[in-house]
């Protein structure tokens, strides 16, 4: 099952690397931010992170860009095709419960609660997926507000010692 989603995956990312973001409509108030994310590299992304504050996520769902490649050429283009494959986060009305959108299914559950960031020590929006999910189990995100309805995101390894900053994403709300 593993290798048939891998392979799916697979597919599905190197179809995406041929879209043209011509079709993407961002709204006017976060689209400029979101561009900029995508064209930023890892120390500007953090920075935008660490002045983030934590803020309550509207429930339901809410759409996700993965920042892949930062600060490179192809990082655009990559975090444009993702969105084939990760279409953002659905959080649960009043819940502590956060579920993952791949190929347009949920999937990947995590239970969302306040915490510490690992990056920098502040309060951060913690999504774990230790006790809910075996695939992603290995990983931790951290959210933070940004701007209005827009959230930057971290990805750590856990399995590391000390975890590992794995990626960047963004939540962007109000679609």
Known sequence: MAGRVFRLA???WICALGVSSAG???QPSSAPLLERLRSMGPAEIEAVYRGGTVAAIP???IRGVA???PGTRRGRLVSRGARLV???KVFEAGGDRATNRFFGLRIVQ?????GTSWLDGEPALVLDYSQTSRIYARYRDEIRQVAPGVYLGVMHDVTKSPPELRMYFALESGR
């Open 67 to 69: 920042l892949l490649s």
């Open 10 to 12: 697979s597919v599905a």
């Open 86 to 88: 990760w279409q953002g």
């Open 24 to 26: 993407a409509q961002e």
């Open 59 to 61: 429930a339901g769902p």
């Open 110 to 114: 995590a239970r969302v609660y306040q």
